[in-house]
């Protein structure tokens, strides 16, 4: 398959990002109001001039204080010396044949994050986003995590995610027709319920509905199980829940998901039963790799059902995203199939998810971030010259 990798893609403000300005875009209102309060904006005029920023900034995706129409010419100036709208860089953007897009964005030395947009085949379209840069879980099918975790990413550099898609598919304002950034997930790099502060504080901004405007039910945050914090962020988000399962007995999901040592999976359903706003309408997703030979077949998907008696679920059968150096091979389809007959006959919603963005390792459990990459080929070489003066 062909891949169209635009390096360097243009982001148009790079003329911002060597400056110590304060960024303001990726802030929340709270955030906002403060430093306008620290700059010397009247106490009394702070909530509407950060009422007006708000709304330019992620209403109208402006770039430029220039573009604020409604405030001052003078005080327009003395806000663009102190504060930047500038975007992180993109160090790399590519395009899959199926229109799948991945960003790499480099967040602050060091600090490269992968996020995803996925273009559904209706008018509809996701974006994957990360949390983390690398993930302290192991799951054995997993690329992401076989690179240790950097750090969280802060709810800035979330929204930033979005804001740079929003920016590279040319859909400001927000109020535009025909969008095609209308879901996030919560699939990209980490594990969101390790930082789950920052996670609720980026839905804030997300979803207000005078800003990005993406409503609170099409976002979708994926944890591996990370139980204490499984109602919580329900409560706190009102996002949609999707566990990564996997395995449907304790013995096989600790083999390929070592977090399930430490929350075992009674303990994980019953998090799903009490997942707050739960119901049919808004059903809780269960993520099904399918590992050849390990998890799939016919009794396994019997397990799966018993599983999940009295949960209003569906799953959604991902095909194994190989990987470099990956120890297990993607179910064939016919047991693939078979799984899902055995899965929707007992009631569930099971659709196969297509894969998407293969051809630029863009599917789910495939991010990385380029600076790891980078280090193993660097260390590889450094190895063989090492090999070499021996
Ligand atoms: N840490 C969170 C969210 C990120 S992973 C979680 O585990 O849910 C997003 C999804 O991709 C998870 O369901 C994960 O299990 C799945 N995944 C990981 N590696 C994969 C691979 N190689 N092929 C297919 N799906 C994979
Ligand atoms: Fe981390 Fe999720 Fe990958 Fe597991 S599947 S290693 S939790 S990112």
Not at 15 to 30: E, S
Not at 125 to 147: D, I, N, P, Y
Not at 310 to 315: D, F, N, R, S
Request: proline share 5%.
């Amino acid at each position: 398959m062909s891949t169209t990798l635009i390096s360097n893609a243009p982001t148009g403000v790079t003329l911002h990002q060597a400056d110590n300005r304060i960024r303001l875009v990726g802030l929340g209102r709270k955030e906002i109001a403060k430093h306008l309060t620290d700059f010397g904006i009247e106490p009394k005029k702070v909530r509407m001039r950060t009422k007006q920023i708000f709304h330019w900034i992620y209403n109208y995706g402006v770039t430029d204080w220039l573009q604020m129409t409604n405030i001052a010419k003078g005080l327009r100036a003395e806000l663009e010396a102190a504060f930047s709208l500038a975007r992180p860089e993109i160090i790399e953007r590519q395009i899959s044949v199926d229109g799948t897009r991945k960003y790499l964005i480099r967040m602050a030395p060091g600090i490269e994050v992968e996020s995803v947009f996925i273009p559904d085949v209706s008018k509809t379209g996701a974006l994957c986003v990360s949390s983390q840069v690398g993930c302290t879980l192991t799951c054995k099918f997993c690329h992401t995590g076989t690179q240790k975790l950097v750090r969280n990413l802060t709810a800035q550099e979330i929204v930033l995610q979005v804001i740079a898609a929003r920016d590279d598919l040319g859909e400001w304002p927000t109020t535009q027709e025909n969008r095609k950034l209308t879901n996030i997930v919560f699939m990209g790099m980490g594990e969101p319920l390790y930082n789950t502060e920052q996670v609720g504080d980026s839905l804030d901004i997300i979803c207000d509905p005078e800003g990005l405007g993406i409503g609170r039910r099409r976002i979708t945050v994926s944890t591996s199980g990370v139980v204490p914090e499984i109602g919580p962020m329900g409560a706190r988000t009102s996002a949609m829940l999707a566990i990564s399962l996997h395995a449907a007995n304790d013995e096989l999901r600790e083999q390929i998901m070592p977090i399930n040592r430490k929350y075992p999976l009674k303990e994980l359903m019953q998090a799903c039963r009490d997942y707050p706003g739960v119901s049919n309408s808004r059903r809780i997703t269960f993520e099904y790799v399918m590992l050849k030979d390990v998890n799939d077949q016919p009794w396994h998907a019997k397990q799966l059902i018993k599983l999940l008696i009295g949960i209003p679920a569906k799953v959604n059968l991902i095909p194994f995203n190989p990987w470099p150096g990956s120890e297990y091979e993607c179910s064939d389809w016919e047991t693939i199939e078979t799984f899902a007959d055995i899965v929707n006959r007992a009631g569930y919603a099971s659709p196969i998810r297509t894969p998407r963005g293969r051809d630029i390792l863009a599917a789910c459990g495939q991010l990385k971030s380029e600076s790891e990459k980078m280090r193993a080929s660097e260390r590889r070489k450094l190895e063989k010259s090492s090999a070499v003066n021996k």
